[in-house]
């Protein structure tokens, strides 16, 4: 079961983490071996799933992530699609390299009530040496509609 880091202390260090593909990476975090980013249970969502090339995590929009006409800010539907959209790109990084997000595009297709989980799928298109392209989606855990979409291209940087 993921668990999510309550200080710096209990993320890996860059010497730590450079020593993992990024699959292993992420591995470790779904099955609770290292702490995941405080992101998450700040936006309530969670590592659900990860595989190469695909990550799903799951979340719950509650009261705090809303706009002021009571309904699911913008914000978070594109931080659930950068995460796991972004984490689909780290899936297919080797031993050495890190990854961050150079830009993302999300089109919002319907309103999220508010206490549904939905799965967000990030599946990667390319990984090379120095990009990655993925695309993702947010469904309904229950009634499987298509709540909103998104694409996503990282840099790629060998370190070590």
Known sequence: ???LASSPDELLSQSEALKLS???FMQKILD??????????????????????RCVFRGTPEFNVTNP???????WYGTLLDSAMAC??????PRGSVYT????????????PLGMAVDCIGVADHV?????VSH?????????????????????????
Request: hydrophobic letters at 35%; glycine letters at 20%.
């Open 88 to 93: 689909a790109v780290m899936t297919l990084v």
């Open 128 to 132: 090379g040496r120095s990009t990655g």
């Open 136 to 160: 993702g989606e947010i469904r309904g855990v229950e009634d499987g509609k298509l709540y909103a979409t998104g694409s996503t291209t990282c840099i790629v940087m060998k370190i070590g």
């Open 22 to 24: 990024g699959l292993e």
């Open 1 to 3: 079961m993921p668990r």
């Open 101 to 112: 997000t150079l830009e993302y595009k999300v089109n919002i297709l319907r309103s999220i």
């Open 69 to 75: 006409m009571g309904t699911v800010h913008g914000g």
């Open 32 to 53: 609770g071996s290292n702490s995941g980013p405080p992101i998450g249970g700040t936006m309530g969502y969670r590592l659900h799933s990860v595989e190469a090339g």
